[in-house]
């Protein structure tokens, strides 16, 4: 969240980033997220990015979510407590229904 790399360069390195998680936890299920405090610039850049970051890693257990807002209430731009909340909140759906989970 805190500015931009061209985009071969970062779908590179996450994937790099992935696949040291996936040899420390072979099983994990694994959801890329984009920023909660992004702004519009930086959602469209995750929209993009993320998808593509998948689809890469070629692994049916890596997923991603788009958070919806942006929380950017608090001090410098960050959420503030009761931003904290909805973004577990929203976080907390998504995985629900990713995984088809109940809670």
């Not at 040291?20 to 610039?41: G, N, T, V, W």
């Not at 593509?52 to 890693?57: G, P, S």
């Amino acid at each position: 969240n805190d500015g931009f790399q061209p985009a071969e360069l970062f779908i590179k390195n996450y994937i790099d980033f992935l696949k040291k998680l996936r040899q420390k936890y072979p099983k994990a299920e694994i959801l890329c997220l984009s920023s909660p405090m992004a702004d519009p610039e930086l959602k469209s850049y995750f929209a993009l990015q993320l998808p593509e970051i998948v689809k890469r890693a070629d692994d049916t257990n890596i997923n991603y979510y788009l958070f919806q807002k942006s929380y950017n209430s608090g001090c410098d731009s960050h959420p503030d407590a009761k931003e904290h909340v909805q973004i577990a909140q929203e976080l907390e759906h998504a995985i629900l229904k990713q995984y088809n989970w109940k809670k």
